[in-house]
């Protein structure tokens, strides 16, 4: 199975940039045995279950938490799809590979 999970999580209470405590999740994804890649308006994980990728929302959240912020905002997208993975760079590859044919 693949879980595909588009997010992004920031505190509303921290003032206009909040890149300080976005760069702490974004360093603890990193740590994780898990694809992903950053963009500039959230974050991509690929696991392999649903419930592998809502506790990387639960440990983002709880690093915001840990800093002391009284508003967090969470947005989300997940496509889970059975008897796939690698999908992070295959789906990008299926429309790559369309773009090219002529």
Request: net charge neutral; hydrophobic share 35%.
């Amino acid at each position: 199975m693949s879980v595909v999970l588009e997010f992004s999580i920031f505190p509303t209470d921290k003032g206009e940039s909040v890149s300080e405590y976005v760069s702490k999740v974004i360093k603890m994804i990193r740590s994780l045995d898990i694809e992903h890649q950053l963009t500039p308006m959230g974050s991509i994980i690929e696991t392999d279950s649903l419930q592998e990728a809502l506790k990387v929302i639960e440990l983002s959240y709880d690093i915001l938490d840990k800093e002391g912020s009284k508003r967090v905002y969470i947005s989300t997208n997940i496509d889970i799809r059975k008897g796939k993975d690698n999908r992070l760079k295959s789906k990008i590859k299926s429309i790559e590979d369309k773009i090219g044919k002529k």
